[in-house]
């Protein structure tokens, strides 16, 4: 049971280019989110997806888009990186009641340059 | 809107003696609330979490923590810390009319046991 997982470990980009940051679970999970994770700030929710078919803006959306592939997958994507975007990402799950922990991947450290 | 506090951004505490995290929250209604403890280039783990009922809660790895409603405090808490124990420890919030189990996050405290 690998639950929550996230590719890839780390990525360098330059400034202007674009990358697609991966997460599937494998809990049958209705809800999945894409957080940023930088120091002194804990953790910022970019978007979420409460169910299949439905994504929504979190608290810092600017640059990123998602796709809610299937139940197993919600993708990140960054357009054109900026250096501000530089951080670790974190990808998590969680079931259908409210009363629900989320469920963590191992994160995605990105650095612009 | 919902929103957490952890005032200290760092704890330091002896190998044996008990441990406090201090959490503090602010949200419409009923809250649900959670503990997760991250270790150096690991994900979060869950570690406990307050819904309703007993307002000490106990959780994994010997954790509890104690609901304060009159206080809005939620202080994580161990009666004897450990060497593992070390790593950066976050208190969560979700209200409870809250849409999509949005979570709102503290910054974060260190804990740090020294044997």
């Known amino acids: 049971n690998a639950g929550v997982t996230q590719t890839p470990k780390f990525q360098v980009l330059k400034t202007g280019q674009s990358m697609t940051l991966q997460c599937a679970q494998d809990?049958?999970?209705?809800?999945m989110y894409w957080y940023r994770q930088d120091p002194g700030m804990g953790l910022r929710l970019i978007y979420y997806s409460a169910s299949e078919g439905t994504t929504d803006k979190g608290e810092v959306p600017n640059g990123y888009n998602v796709s809610r592939l299937n139940k197993r997958e919600f993708s990140l994507r960054l357009e054109s990186a900026a250096p501000s975007q530089t951080s670790v990402y974190f990808c998590?799950?969680?079931?259908?009641?409210?009363?629900?922990?989320?469920?963590f991947g191992p994160g995605t450290r990105l650095t612009v340059t | 809107a919902q929103s957490v506090a952890q005032p200290e951004d760092q704890v330091n505490v002896a190998e044996g003696n008990p441990l406090t995290v201090k959490c503090t929250y602010s949200?419409?209604?009923?809250?649900?609330l959670f503990w997760y403890v991250q270790y150096p280039n690991r994900g979060l783990q869950f570690l406990l979490k307050y819904i309703t009922g007993d307002n000490l809660v106990k959780g994994s790895y010997g954790f509890e923590a104690e609901f304060n409603k009159s206080q809005t405090s939620f202080h994580l808490k161990k009666p004897s810390a450990l060497v593992s124990d070390s790593a950066l420890y976050f208190c969560?919030?979700?209200?409870?009319?809250?849409?999509?189990?949005?979570?709102?996050f503290g910054a974060g405290t260190i804990l740090r046991v020294k044997s």
């Open positions: 949200v419409s209604g009923n809250p649900y």
């Open positions: 969560a919030v979700r209200g409870i009319m809250e849409y999509g189990n949005k979570l709102v």
């Open positions: 998590a799950s969680s079931g259908r009641t409210v009363q629900g922990e989320q469920y």
């Open positions: 809990m049958n999970h209705n809800s």
